[in-house]
């Protein structure tokens, strides 16, 4: 069965510094691969996916994620945090089919 | 716009009262989803619809149930609610009929169980 694992729950950095966000994925066949972002109270929204082509996929808010299959990853990344980009974000994989294997979701948190 | 709405936003119930949550969407998409998230973990999902063929995952309790009574509506149905089902439900959408699972989430309605 297909699993994400992101491997920190939570990730506190200071306004206008870089983050980097995990996401490893177990498949042994092609996958197709999300990030979503959920702001307080809110649903998911759809920051970028990876279907196929060039590995480094860019996304909306400055967000951009890099897929590497041998790593079986695909983290994602923004080169300078604002306070509104504090949310919860969580990596998906769709394995085919109908339904998404979420991760267990990082918390960001921007301090100022 | 297109999107997936959800009514309410905020909903209180009482222990053991039933109560139904309604999403609609405006993206004619084939198949509807109900998630159930509790705070700070993953959203998990209770069931999906693809058209009208219901799927329901093996450990959804039998407390909640589910109609799609047209494309564009669906409902969640708590029929006995506990304090345990307090949490954010969220609807979300796809298409069906591409490869890949692309899913359009609604914005939530968040239950309280008194």
């Known amino acids: 069965a297909q699993s994400v694992t992101q491997l920190d729950s939570q990730v506190p950095v200071f306004e206008e510094a870089p983050v980097e966000l995990r996401c490893n994925y177990s498949s042994s066949v092609s996958v197709y691969l999300f990030w979503y972002v959920q702001y307080p109270n809110q649903g998911l929204q759809l920051l970028l996916k990876?279907?196929?082509?060039?590995?480094l996929v860019k996304g909306i808010n400055g967000f951009e994620a890099e897929f590497n299959k041998s790593q079986t990853s695909f983290h994602l990344r923004k080169p300078s945090v604002h306070i509104s980009d504090t949310a919860e974000y969580f990596c998906?994989?769709?394995?085919?089919?109908?339904?998404?294997?979420f991760g267990a979701g990082t918390i960001l948190r921007v301090k100022s | 716009d297109a999107m997936v709405i959800q009514n309410p936003r905020y909903q209180v119930t009482q222990f053991g009262k039933p109560v139904t949550l309604s999403c609609s969407q405006t993206?004619?998409?084939?198949?509807m989803y109900w998630y159930q998230q509790k705070s700070s973990q993953a959203p998990k999902l209770l069931f999906h619809y693809y058209d009208k063929d219901f799927n329901n995952e093996a450990d959804t309790p039998d407390n909640f149930q589910s109609r799609r009574p047209n494309t564009s509506f669906c409902f969640l149905d708590i029929r006995s609610p506990g304090l345990g089902d307090a949490a954010m439900y969220l609807c979300?959408?796809?298409?069906?009929?591409?490869?890949?699972?692309?899913?359009?989430f609604g914005p939530g309605t968040r239950l309280t169980v008194l």
């Open positions: 993206l004619n998409h084939n198949v």
């Open positions: 979300a959408t796809s298409p069906g009929d591409i490869d890949y699972n692309e899913q359009f």
């Open positions: 998906a994989v769709s394995p085919g089919g109908n339904k998404l294997v």
């Open positions: 990876y279907l196929s082509g060039s590995t």
